[in-house]
């Protein structure tokens, strides 16, 4: 399988009054792989994903997509050029029905130029989206008001809003986090449809065991550096990963 | 021994339930029920000029001003966020445009009024762009200050007649023309802005209201829509102000009154923010009652506050809402 | 030279004027239009003291200052303190007691009230005379705005930085939500905010206003350049809103002296615009990056 690198990051680095958030961060994501980033809390993850969708700008180093620099580009052209995210808090439009949370993106500069301004009825295509997304369309579930929904479904809706931009790439931050296992076990065939059809996923978890299931390769950041890179056996094995997330014994 | 509580309870009406859906359709007495309240406004301010006298049909042509200026504000702050403290600033750019149209270059009302409309709103959204990036507190403050500066610097400058005003302008060919002009302008608004804030363009700014990161992710460029959002507003405004040049032939420093700032916010917050409808009612309530006032002097704008504050903090839901709510459902103590 | 001593008298004017709305805005993030009516009334307050009351000037002073004060704390309590969270009601709210306190002073007929109209009314400065400065006459009480001002900006530093109080303003100042779980009650800092802020105001008010008239236009005059000085230095830093009281009270004395009094507004206008366009948060404006860009 030919490696496409389709984000290159190199020498990245924030600091956000006295506190160094991120520190000379580089990798490479390739096309079609899924990429986890873990690390204790406060690592710096969370910045990470605002440094490369362009929500805070990176103090040093530079960001490639697709071979295009995009630092210090706006969030919503960085969007438009196919690397979206999710938020760690959600705010769905409580009073209006779930399907309407997608017409924001689908009114998107990128969706207009895709669909080359033909787009039939944007409600049908928003409902479409929801029912892949594991909204049962006979239930009316895409109907019910967003302020209604569990959190199993907020959590889908938001990658649902991601999805409505047709991305290349997806930077989950924390997508697992509150969901029970078995919310999460019906989740994960939905990333790995994702991935087969060819969306680059990164994402910035704590629940291990269950981001090992589809991840390819994982980072370990912490106190805002990269401490390891590589397939996730092989990582978790490592001394100083081990000693990142249980802390050193004290002789 | 447990206290009885009493809870309030709301049950919809069974004629809201069976007014919902298609088979309302077939009813005239549910049909009514859900027309009856929109038709009584279009009738009522179609009919209000011709049941009133001269004098008092002035003050709804000044109702009429207002309520535009009170659904621009409507419109920013509560489906943009934007709070637009310096209405007057849109009224005065309107109305010296218009106005120096008519007086130095000899234009018709009917040729300077739309083009104060649009060019005034292009030059107040130009002047209030810069902000628009920013955070909305910025947009309060910028709003605030500019009809205060286009004061001093139109009496620094001397330009426009400075302090007296430019004089002689033409007006309307009829009393009745100039009460239909402006609720006709009202009403076309009103369905304009409903119809507006229900399709996708609408949507989108009140995501950016509520959450306008959320929004940017989804690659829209919120600036942008900002933008749209106070041409449109400030169309209202510039129109409103175009007008009251010609309404009364003389415009002057007045125009950026903090009256035409704060009136309009009164009405809002009085008749229900975010509803549309509400303001044109507040305005048109208030109006005449400060018109009433007017052997008080500054009263009345201290009274407008005092009844916004009233109603900001004990009944924010405003005037159109309560009575909404009234029409819909019914209330009833409950043992709990 | 006289510009230079002159220059910078007014920017210390410019910089007590603003120094209140900063306090306030800085700590509970809500914008205190009030600022300018607080300082007028303040100045009404001590000329009825001292006119009709016949009382000591410093006397009318500090009772006038503590009233503002409890004015300050009262607002929070009773009318922005059931808004908080809500930013629109926030701004509208405080816009409106602003116009009450402001339109009120004019008010005439209720009560047996005069209301306060017509520039006739003037309180009068600390000392009378001049003094010769480097060579430049410059009046007393231009002098003591001079120092006084120095005073209370350096006293806000040290509290600020210092002092129990101070620093759990500055903490709610950088991160609410992490203040308030370290302890530090936010309502109450944000009331003290208010009532300091406005006793600021009415300090400034009872400095500067010897130097002219007094009459209710002065306060929105007064609230248009703090929030000038504000915008210009960043809403909520200190050393912005400095450094902009300088940059504005020399630009605005070079252009009156090259121009004539009436461009003052111009050069607020102009400076504004200009730092809209290029440096939108001001020249020392924190980002809050994450929440609201800009």
Known sequence: ?251 | MPKEEKRKKRIDRSITVRSRGLYALTSWREMTFLAAPRVLLVIALLLLPLTVDLYWQRVLCAAGIYALLALGFDFLAEYVGLVCLGGALFIGIGGYISGSLNAYLHWQPWASIPVATLGGAIISTLILLPCLRLRGIYFAIISFMFPLFCVSIIIATGILGSTEGISGLDTFSSVRMEQYVIFGAVLITLFFLRRLVSEDFGLILRGIKDNDQAVRASGINITAYKIKAVFIASLLGCFAGAYLGHLYGWLGLSLFAMDFSILPIAATVMGGMGTLAGPVIGAFLLTPLSEALRGFGQLRVVLYCVVLLGFILYKPEGLLNYLDRKYHQFERWENV | MQILIYGTVNSMIYALIAVGFTLVYGVSRIPNFAHGAIYVLVGFLCWSFINEWHMNYALAILLALGMAAILGMLIYRFILIRLRGMPTSEIIASFAVSLILLEGLRLQGIAGFKGFIGPFYTLPPFFDGKVNFLGVFIDYQRLIILVAGALIIGLIYLLTRYTKSGLSLRAIAQDEQAAMMLGVNSDRAAMISLSVGSALAGLAAVLILPLGNLAVEQGYKVLVHALAVCIIGGLGSWAGTLWASFLIGFSVILSTSLFGAVWESVVLVGTIILILLFKPSGLFGKQKELEERV
């Open chain 1, 1 to 251: 399988m030919a490696k496409e690198p389709i984000l290159q990051v190199e020498g990245i680095s924030k600091k956000f009054g006295g506190v160094q958030a991120v520190c000379d961060i580089s990798f490479t994501l390739n096309r079609g792989e899924v990429m986890g980033i873990i690390g204790p809390n406060g690592a710096g993850k969370t910045t990470l994903v605002n440094l490369l969708t362009g929500f805070v700008e990176t103090d040093t180093g530079t960001i490639r997509f697709k071979g295009k620099n995009i630092n210090g580009k706006s969030p919503d052209k960085i969007a438009n050029l196919g690397l979206v995210r999710t938020f760690q808090v959600m705010r769905p439009y409580h009073s209006l029905p779930a399907y309407k949370n997608l017409i924001v993106p689908l009114n998107s500069p990128r969706i207009k130029r895709i669909s080359g301004g033909n787009f039939g009825d944007i409600d049908a295509v928003a409902i479409d989206i929801l029912e892949e997304i594991g909204f049962e369309r006979d239930a009316r579930v895409p109907y019910k008001t967003a302020g209604s929904l569990p959190l199993g479904y907020l959590k889908r809706l938001e990658l649902a809003r991601c999805i409505a931009l047709q991305p290349e790439v997806i930077l989950c931050d924390e997508i697992f986090s509150g969901m029970s296992m078995s919310e999460i076990a019906s989740m994960i065939p939905l990333l790995e449809k994702l991935k087969m059809r060819g969306i680059t996923i990164m994402m910035v978890e704590h629940r291990l065991r269950e981001l090992f299931k589809l991840a390819d390769r994982v980072m370990v950041i912490n106190f805002g550096q990269k401490i390891a890179e590589g397939i996730p056996d092989e990582v978790m094995a490592r001394k100083d990963v081990k000693e990142a997330y249980m802390g050193v014994e004290k002789k």
